[in-house]
């Protein structure tokens, strides 16, 4: 994994500026209710893009912002599928809502059973918070390679990818908040540059996942010395053909 790559792959496209310009005006108009439901999820399915570039070894991972319809639609279905992750926590903190209105006297607070409960349900919605944070980078390296909406859903699939690549995994979520984290100096850079840093924060994102779904190279087959994994059970090897032994020769 090219960590340094991840933070400055960015500049070496010759049109970068324009690029992340875009991207950031985006951004900026996300701010705009109604607006945001186009220009927002345009932004979630260019960094999909970027994502499956990056994973198939593209030199120039940033794509042209020519293709505004299908990373609208891809940002949709991707934001469904997490939606869809999240509705258990939804569903727990209405629960607790609906607990803490029924329960609340005339002082406006619950009953101390009633704090019990609301808080066991609240502990529970943090935890599947963080569980959805940590799983949410495997179903975007999933969707974005595979571009299905099921493909978000194929558990097996999805915690083989984890397990394959888990220290590469931690490490590109690390990375991830470590960039955002330098994004918020944009700041200093006034209204605009904290939307530009935020616009790098996601293309680093993307290429840091996009370094862990990329397929394993095939082993090389044939020279001395070249490593072959090990055969899968159930696959067969093909044994080099034989050769006929040669009996004795016969004098003359």
């Not at 010759?14 to 999820?41: D, R, Y």
């Not at 469904?80 to 939804?90: E, N, S, T």
């Not at 980078?137 to 990818?161: N, T």
């Not at 090389?220 to 090897?237: N, R």
Request: negative net charge; contains cysteine; glycine residues 10%.
């Amino acid at each position: 994994m090219d960590i340094g790559k991840s933070f400055t792959y960015v500049f070496d496209d010759e049109q970068w500026v324009q690029k992340v310009v875009i991207g950031a005006l985006l951004l900026l108009a996300s701010i705009i209710p109604i607006v945001n439901i186009f220009t927002a999820l345009v932004v979630v399915g260019y960094t999909l893009r970027v994502l499956k570039n990056v994973s198939d070894g593209a030199e120039r991972p940033l794509p042209h912002w020519d293709n505004w319809g299908e990373d609208w639609l891809k940002g949709l279905l991707f934001v469904l599928g997490m939606l869809i992750y999240a509705l258990p926590a939804i569903l727990v903190g209405g629960m607790a809502a609906i607990i803490t209105a029924v329960t609340a006297g005339k002082s406006g607070e619950p009953s101390s059973g009633a704090q019990i409960c609301i808080f066991g349900l609240q502990c529970l919605t943090w935890i599947w918070g963080l569980l959805v944070a940590l799983w949410q980078p495997a179903v975007m390296i999933r969707f974005a390679r595979e571009g299905r909406f099921a493909a978000m859903f194929e558990f097996g699939a999805l915690w083989s990818l984890i397990r394959a690549h888990a220290g590469d995994y931690i490490i590109a979520i690390i990375i991830t908040f470590v960039a955002q984290f330098l994004s918020m100096f944009g700041v200093i850079l006034c209204v605009i540059g904290v939307f530009l840093t935020a616009f790098w924060a996601l293309l680093v994102e993307a290429h840091i996942y996009g370094q862990v779904g990329a397929p394993a190279a095939p082993a090389a087959v044939g020279g001395e010395g070249d490593f072959l994994g090990p055969t899968t059970y159930g696959e067969l090897t093909e044994a080099p053909p034989s050769t006929p032994e040669e009996g004795p020769k016969e004098e003359e």
